[in-house]
C-alpha cells in the first residue's frame, strides 16, 4: 500500500518538472540584457523601464512583428483633398429668374386719355369720333371713370351706301352720331411686359370695362329724304369692351380700346304714307287727297320699329396719369 502511495507522488513530481521544447531553437542568455541593472525611482520608473525594456525587448521580439505589420504611421492627421475643377466655358449663359416690382403704380392716381374712334361694323356709314375719358384707381386693378365723345361732322357714307340704292333700287336707312356720354367701371386683370427686336422692354397691361351712358342719335333720311327731316335724340346706351395700355414711361402710354355700345335705334322708316295732305286737320281718309293720318307729311309715319343697335368701336390714343410720381409700399 506505501509502494502505491510513493508511485503516485513520484508520478507528479515528474509530472511538475519542465519539458524540453524540441521544436524550439536553443535560446542562451548572457549578462548583458541588463535585468539586474535595472533601476526604479518614484519619478519615472515606468519611462526608464518602457525605453530601456521596451527598446531591447522591441529590438528582438517586436522586430518581427513590425516587419510583418509595416511601419506605424507617424502623424494622424488627414491631407487635404484637391476638389475637381470643372470646365463651364462651353456651357449655355444660364438664365435668371427675378420677381421685379411693377414698374406703374396705379392705385389713387387719375387718368386723364384723349382718343380718336372709328367704328368697324357698318358698311354704309362710317361714324368717327373725337373723345375724352377721366378715370380714378380705386385700388391696383379697380377703377371708375366717365368719357365724352363728339361724332358729329365726322361722319362719313361709304362708297356701298351710294353705289347699292341706284345700282338694285334698295334704300338701306342709315343713321348719325352727335354725342356720347358714359360712366364705366375699369378692372386690369392682366400686366406684363413685352420685348421689341430683343433690345427695347416695354411694360404693358389689358383692361376690361363696362358702364352705361347715351348717344345722341338721328335717322339719315334716304328713303324720302324730299320731306324727311329728323331731329336728334337721347337713346340709352350699355357698353362693354376691352383694352390694353403699352407705357412708354411711367406715367405716359399708348392707349387701344375695343368698345361695344348697345342700345335700342328708331331708324327710317322704308314704306311711304300714300297721302299727300298737308292738312293737320284733315280726318277725311276716303277723298282723293287722302287723309293726315295717312299722309306722307305726318311724320308719326316716318321712323320705323326699333331695333337693337351695335356700334362697335376702336379708339386709340394716349393714356397720361397723375400725378406722375408715386412711392413703391416696399422698396427695394
Known sequence: MMKRWFGLLGLAALWGLPAPAWGQDEMTFDDTGGGDEMTFDDTGGGEETGGETGGETGGETGGDLAGLLGAAPTTTSEEPVEE?????????????????????????????????GISLNDPFVTHNAFGIKLGWYITEVLGIGASFQWYQGLDAESEDNFHIPR??????????YQLGANLHFSYVPIYGKLTIFNEWIFHWD??????????????????????????????????????????????VAVYIQYLDFMYMERLENLAIAPS??????????????????????????????????NDMMLFVGASIFFPFTFDYEYPK
Open 276 to 309: 299727300e295732305t298737308t292738312d293737320q286737320n284733315d280726318n277725311d281718309c276716303e277723298d282723293a287727297n287722302g287723309c293726315w293720318a295717312t299722309s306722307r307729311y305726318n311724320d308719326s309715319t316716318w321712323l320705323g320699329e326699333s331695333k337693337f343697335t
Open 167 to 176: 345700282s338694285f333700287r334698295l334704300v338701306v336707312p342709315i343713321n348719325e
Open 84 to 116: 475637381a475643377v470643372i470646365d463651364t466655358s462651353a456651357l449655355p449663359e444660364p438664365e435668371i429668374w427675378a420677381v421685379q416690382q411693377s414698374y406703374v403704380l396705379r392705385d389713387g392716381r387719375f387718368e386723364l386719355t384723349p382718343t380718336y
Open 206 to 251: 389689358c383692361f376690361i370695362e363696362g358702364g352705361v351712358g347715351f348717344l345722341y342719335t338721328r335717322p339719315i333720311p334716304v328713303v324720302d329724304p324730299e320731306v324727311r327731316t329728323f331731329d336728334f335724340g337721347i337713346r340709352v346706351a350699355a357698353n362693354i369692351g376691352i383694352g390694353a395700355r403699352i407705357f412708354i414711361t411711367k406715367f
